[in-house]
């Protein structure tokens, strides 16, 4: 199994504040994997990335192009992509990485579960990774890990399933900038429902995690239902990036739901917000028995992010199939040690 990655070539795209961290445990936990580094940064394009990550150097410069980058006697190839959370504006940066022979491994939301929001998009990106004998996978811990493949998992115990219930409560105080702003933090009650209505605000990829569980059910859906609300401070509030008034908003409060065709119910609760003091994912599963896991704390999604696109890169290397895959299609993603 391990002689199998000894020629792995690993490429991080997108060097944010995720992209950032993943490219730090590449370095750490599978030292001489990392092959190049892109981004369109010019602050960033030119760098080390030992100087990226609080290194010494390692020799190799992030470049503004997957073409940039030598792979020569690397096989398998694969891109860890963290750029956006829209999968259309995303896709010609995936397909860009699929035509220089990469499979993918991102973060973007919406490929999580692409099947329903974008269907002809995810033919054309299904056939177009089999034409190259690639995978496409959508990963990350939510979605697609505590809101749904954890879940997925917790079935295996059971023999029947009438309701799924699955609850995180975040903490964004302790999150990472671009998160704060995209749960609304520190705007205006009108202005966070004008933006919910367009769409434009929220944690996106909730539907994707109902989906994503009905299909490795074999759940037939009749009804799906998506709410948003604002968290709002009925005091000020400091916090290192924002003076929030009472008032504001200071996270959301988000619900995806649905009800199958024979009846089964699916719901999942999702609550990110400064006031959330006790972080906590929950998944409940009532069937012929009654199945309750709760994870004090919860997963930290920042950290434990870049872990799981970086397992789920090992777990493509060994056993990715072409084409446009889910975390339901590829075997149980874990921390496979490299000797």
Request: glycine share 10%; with cysteine.
């Amino acid at each position: 199994m391990t002689e199998s990655l000894e020629r792995l070539g690993l490429v991080v795209y997108g060097l944010g504040p995720i992209g950032l961290e993943i490219l730090k445990k590449c370095e750490q936990y599978l030292p001489g994997k990392v092959i190049g580094a892109v981004d369109i940064d010019p602050n960033k394009v030119g760098k080390d990335i030992g100087e990226l990550i609080g290194t010494e150097k390692r020799g190799i410069q992030v470049v503004a192009s997957i073409k940039e980058v030598q792979r020569a006697g690397r096989h398998p190839l694969i891109a860890i992509h963290a750029t956006g959370s829209n999968l259309s504006v995303v896709w010609p940066q995936i397909k860009e990485l699929v035509d220089c022979g990469f499979s993918v491994v991102s973060t973007c939301e919406q490929l999580s579960y692409p099947w329903h929001r974008y269907p002809e998009l995810a033919e054309e990106m299904d056939r177009f990774a089999k034409e190259k004998g690639v995978t496409i996978i959508g990963s990350g811990v939510n979605p697609g890990y505590v809101m749904d493949t954890l879940v997925l998992s917790l079935t295996s115990v059971l023999s029947t399933i009438s309701s799924i219930r699955v609850s995180r409560r975040v903490d964004v105080k302790k999150r990472r900038l671009p998160l704060q702003k995209k749960v609304g933090m520190g705007m205006a009650v009108d202005e966070f429902n004008r933006l919910a209505a367009e769409g434009k605000i929220g944690h996106v990829g909730l539907e994707e995690s109902l989906r994503l569980i009905a299909a490795g059910l074999r759940f037939e859906l009749e009804k799906v239902e998506n709410f948003i609300s604002p968290v709002v401070t009925d005091q000020p509030l400091t916090l290192p990036h924002f003076d929030v008034k009472a008032g504001e908003v200071i996270g959301l409060h988000q619900i995806s739901k649905a009800v199958t065709k024979d009846g089964r119910r699916i719901e999942l609760d999702l609550v990110m917000a400064a006031s959330v003091d006790d972080p906590e994912d929950t998944i409940e599963i009532d069937g012929d028995m009654k199945q309750k896991l709760v994870i004090p704390g919860g997963v930290f999604g920042d950290s434990a992010t870049a872990s799981i696109v970086i397992n789920t890169a090992k777990i493509v290397a060994l056993d990715g199939k072409p084409g446009l895959q889910t975390m339901k299609d590829i075997p149980i993603t874990r921390n496979i040690q490299l000797l």
